[in-house]
C-alpha cells in the first residue's frame, strides 16, 4: 500500500458526513476490463488453448490468482499459477504501455473530489507494478493513497483492502463511499462495511441496502456520494 496523504486531506469539510471516496481501477476507473480479457485469450492461445467466452463472467473482476487459477483448473494447460501470474501481467503491462482509457465521467469526478480536499483512493485487486503503470497514464496526483492486490494478504472480495484502505485515512468504513464495478468488488466493500456505488462493467448488479446501482460515472457526483451517505447511515 501506498500512501501520500497531506494532513488536509485526512479531514472531511465540516459537517460533511461523507469521509472518504474509494475506487476500483479496472472496469471502474479506467475502461481496461476488455484488456484483461484480450490478453487472457492471447496468452492461452500461445498455450494452445481456446478459452470459452462462457468464461469472462468468473474470471473478470476477480484477483489475479483466482482468474489465473480457474483458467489452469477449465483448461488444463501445463503451467503453474506463478508462471501463468507473470505472462499475464507482463503481456498487460504491454497492452497498457500506450495509454488507458478512462471511464466516462472519471476525469470529472476524480477533479470534483480533489477540489474539495476529499480524501480518495484507489483500491484494486491488481498488482503493484499495473497499478503505477496505469496512474503514470491517469495521475498518481489524484489519489493519495492506493492499495494494491499483492499488498495484502487476502485482496477481493476479502473486505481487507477496503479496511486498509479505510485505516490508512484514519476513516469509519460505514462513512466511506465505494465505487465498485463487479460482484467481486461489491463484496468486498460491503463485507467492510461501505456504502457503494456499482457501474456494473460485464454482469448485472441488483440494488440492495447501502448499494445503488449507475449506468455511469457521470451519474455520480460528490453531492449524490455525500447524499448517499446521509440517507443510508
Not at 490468482?65 to 503453474?80: P, Q
Request: glycine share 8%; with cysteine.
Amino acid at each position: 500500500m501506498t500512501s501520500t496523504i497531506p494532513a488536509s486531506l485526512t479531514r472531511t469539510a465540516e459537517g460533511a458526513a461523507l469521509q472518504a471516496v474509494f475506487l476500483d481501477m479496472d472496469g471502474t476507473l479506467v475502461d481496461t476490463e476488455g484488456f484483461w480479457w484480450d490478453v487472457e485469450v492471447e496468452v492461452f492461445a500461445d498455450l494452445g488453448h481456446r478459452l470459452d467466452e462462457a468464461w469472462r463472467d468468473v474470471v473478470v473482476g476477480g484477483p489475479m490468482t483466482r482468474s489465473a487459477g480457474y483458467l489452469i483448473d477449465s483448461t488444463g494447460a501445463d503451467i503453474t499459477l506463478a508462471e501463468l501470474t507473470v505472462l499475464l501481467n507482463d503481456r498487460f503491462e504491454k497492452r497498457i504501455g500506450l495509454g488507458v482509457p478512462l471511464m466516462p465521467g472519471a476525469a470529472r469526478l476524480l477533479a470534483e473530489l480533489a477540489a474539495h480536499e476529499v480524501p480518495t483512493a484507489l483500491v484494486s485487486a491488481s498488482h503493484r507494478r499495473i497499478i503505477d503503470r496505469v496512474l503514470d497514464s491517469v495521475g498518481h496526483h489524484h489519489f493519495a493513497l492506493t492499495v494494491a492486490g499483492d499488498e495484502v494478504s487476502r485482496t477481493k472480495p476479502h473486505p481487507e483492502p477496503y479496511l486498509a484502505a479505510a485505516a490508512g485515512f484514519g476513516a469509519d468504513p460505514r462513512l466511506c463511499a465505494v465505487i465498485e464495478d463487479t460482484a467481486t468488488g461489491v463484496a468486498a466493500a460491503e463485507a467492510a462495511g461501505c456504502l457503494v456505488v456499482a457501474v456494473p462493467s460485464v454482469s448485472p448488479i441488483a440494488p440492495a441496502a447501502r448499494r445503488v446501482v449507475v449506468n455511469s460515472l457521470e451519474e455520480v457526483d460528490l453531492a449524490f456520494l455525500r447524499g448517499l451517505v446521509t440517507g443510508m447511515r
